[in-house]
């Protein structure tokens, strides 16, 4: 059996080389993503503002910033789990709330631009107004008791 452990030090080196290697590539796409996103919305915003139609576009450039911030966060945590070579559960939970809020604003302002307004529609919306609010609420008490862990953790080390 000696010799099984050089061959499973090779396995495991080769897998993380592999590990970094993709999460290379995904920070650079996701970084990418995130530039490309903040141009266009820089571009939106001031193009907006010289035609005096920014009030009107406010809501749309609250979605593309949130969603920047969405792009920014996972390659937050690309960054995190290149480095640390461990998966963080934090930059997942703030994703996840962001992602949630930023549908609880779209949703929003499409039922409220919406023509037509049926007692489904209506019945739909607030489901899943109601479901997306226990989600956020779900996800930010993690974050809360992630971080009173953290705390914890810490003070007991000092």
């Known amino acids: 059996m000696p010799e099984s452990q050089p061959t499973r ?7 993380s080389l592999v590990e970094d290697i993709v999460y290379i590539g995904l920070g650079l796409i996701l970084a990418g ?17 010289m035609a005096g ?7 749309s450039l609250l979605d593309r910033i949130l969603l920047i911030l969405l ?8 960054q995190v789990s290149f480095r640390e ?6 930059p997942f939970l703030l994703v996840g709330l962001i992602a949630g809020i930023r549908r609880v604003l779209v949703l929003t ?7 037509e307004k049926s007692d489904a529609m209506f019945q739909h ?31 007991e080390r000092a």
């Open 85 to 90: 070579h461990a998966v963080m559960p934090e």
């Open 9 to 15: 030090t090779w396995i495991a080196r080769g897998f």
């Open 71 to 78: 792009v920014v966060e996972l390659l937050y945590t690309v």
């Open 53 to 59: 139609t920014l009030a009107a576009n406010v809501i």
């Open 109 to 115: 302002v499409e039922f409220g631009q919406s023509p």
């Open 33 to 49: 993503s995130a530039l490309a996103l903040l141009i266009g919305g820089l571009i939106t915003f001031v193009q907006a503002l």
């Open 125 to 155: 919306f607030v489901i899943e107004l109601g479901v997306l609010t226990v989600l956020i609420v779900a996800l930010a008490i993690s974050l809360w008791i992630i971080g009173r862990r953290e705390t914890a953790s810490v003070a």
